[in-house]
């Protein structure tokens, strides 16, 4: 299939106007196997009547493709593209065509149950997948209403994007939506069960497959009241209503993503319904995805970029406005601090890799090219920028922009400058320069504070200097809070140093060219410094920060003891940050984190904390025979907060899974205890997932096998259970089970691509270098074959958990550096082994550093 072209869509636009979509859907074949019948009749006009242009239709079959009653042949179709020559100024297009589900979640997605052998059915038209459910103008700036009809099994429920109807046996029909893009238009079909509710005229739906019905109807009340507080948020925030009709929020599975904006019909990975204990951070992160889709109505849906180069107004703003809108309107208040440790960290990693791009590049040529920019950059790096504008514009011009920029394009698309425009014009202020350092420039900043004490240890002087990577030069002006923190003697117990507190925060502005990229920071002089001298305190601006060289040693300690969580956060990331660029050898980072995980309360930053502590730092950065006592000492860490933990934060759950993961040989025991209820920590739940997880680290620790792997599966026949299978039955320690699993990875089509993403997850392990020694190469050699043959999303999937990522070595990265200098690998493949090699590089040398570190007398 030939990707659209920027100056393809740009062309059809100009030439055609889409006045309706008319979709009938017979899905009635789909109970018993993959294929379904499309009719499509779309009405459109022409602006030069004799010209020619082109639909979208990813058919296997046409049984009839007909323009102004004119039959267009059996050649019409080629590549994706049925062809329309001789257009008129009012024009009719007719097809029917089988179409084929898929099983990658791209298109029309079918699934079967492996619990009960039910079939569903999803569309997902993102992001130029709706040709594959029926024929169409398939660009986001070509907007028109839809109505749909569908015939289906009498017993199935079929929701559409807008509000639909049962007309008869197993015949639906749905009301025209409003203009819709057509990588929004959406159905969900199957013997889902619905839950129902109305909040302020606006009628909520909650969608399910039946095996997990039970799970949904507990967390129905809560997901509901946070779908209710966003809503009536949103209504506050942007002074205009939802503009959709209905609100079905549908969670499905195998999905791809968190979660795809259809207007009316949101779709959620189902994983979102939780079937085993979570922690209060996996519930807050349910929220803010619930939030960002929500958003979307607004920014990607009522108003949508003109072309995919403007995919940060989607995508920063849902990023943003998500995050805001759970801090504001549900329980989840902490969510800025999830996301300065979370989130951003995954902007930051994006921003400096070798792939990196402004959040608003100049040019995305294809869509091809625009399905790669779905990354850290335009989702957190993008909501970041947003927010020092906030800080920048101030919240009520903010707002009062985004009001004018929803009234001027409703139902409309528009790009950057039409946003500028609406902000400037609120503001007072000239976006140019801001706009230009921000969105138009790729990479990050540093920030470092110098200081200068007197005698007394008193500030003479604090400096704060900006460095932009030299490659990537930009002026960006930043407004940072510097926070100074100290030790609060009156509320220590005997002999401690007491609770780490604020003691003073100062809001300062770094402009785009300070003198020598110093600015002075005259409000510190004379204040005595604290423990920690905190740049970014609030984390306002989004910035590398390091710190006092002084203050590292005792860095751990201050963590240990700091009250205000985000400022915390901030900590955790920047020293994650400064490991992950070998200023801090990882033996380093391992005995802060060691020193200051047992003392977190935030369940947010200690999974996050410890997750980049055991998988990046132990299992990547340190040489094999540093590994095993490395995971003892997070083991350790985690024990002291199993001791300890209190309450339903999920703290002891995160600590239970982080024990799991770090086990040793000596722990099998202990772990195999748990699956028989014996030694379990009081208050831990040992159920479906965690049992998995416990299972997997045996299978590592040669403690469990296929038996078990086989016994665990009859106690539990979910899908969810043979995802966790097949990552477990690729971790086997035999040559046999890793051969099979290499071959279900780059042979296997006829499963879900979920489920060979699984077995992808499942091969490499940190463990089993030796045994899996032989794959490196095979990666290299078999990739670009998948590639060539799978579609985007499977690749981006499979390629990325199958690479070699603990075979730090030289010639990895040379093997992955020749595979990309051949040139045939396609972008999807490319990006993902840039950024794979790029990983690897780190490690390489943090490796070095490591080795230097330990044996420097
Ligand atoms: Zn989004």
Redesign the pocket.
Known sequence: MQPLSQAEAVARAALVQVHSYHVDLDLTGTSSGPRFTSTTTVSFSCRQPGAATFAELKAIGVELARLNGRDLGPGAVAGGRLALPDLLADNTLEVRATMECTNTGEGLHRFTDAEDGEVYLYAQSFLDDAARIFACFDQPDLKAPLSLTVTSPPSWEVRGNGAGTRVGPGRWEFAPTAPLSTYVVSLVAGPYQVWSATHDGVALGLVCRRSLAPYLDAQAAEIFEITTGCLDHYHELFGIRYPFGKYDQAFVPEFN?????NPGLVVFRDELVFRSAVTEAERERRAVVIA??M??MWF?DLVTMRWWDDLWL??SF??YL?TRVTAAATRFTDAWTSFAVGRKSWGYAADQRPSTHPVAPDDVADTARALLNFDGIS?AKGASALRQLVEWVGDDAFLAGLRAYFTAHAFGNATLDDLLTALARASGKDLTAWSAAWLRRAQVDTLRPEVILDDSGAYVSVEITRTAPADHPAERPHRVGIGVYDSDPDNAPDGAPGPVTLVRRVLVDLPSSPAGGRTPVPELAGTRPGRLLLLNDGDLTYAKIRFVAGELPGLGAVLAELGDPLARAVVWAAVADATRDAEWPAADYLALAARALPAERSVAVFEDALRFAAATVVDVFLPERDQPAARAALAGACRRVIAGAAGTSGLLLAAARGLVRCAGTSEADELRGWLTGRGVPDGLVVDPDLRWLVLDRLVVLDAAGEAEIAAELDRDRSTRAAEHAARSRAAIGEPAAKARAWQAVTEDRATSVRLVAATAQGFWRPEQAELTAGYVDRYFADMPTLASARSPHAVRQVAAAAFPRYAVEAWTLAAAQEMLSRGDVGQVLSRVVVDAADDLRRALTARELHLRVISAP
Not at 257 to 261: P, R, S, V
């Open positions: 993503m968190g979660a795809m904006e960002h889709e958003a979307h990607g989607n995508e849902a990023e998500g989702y």
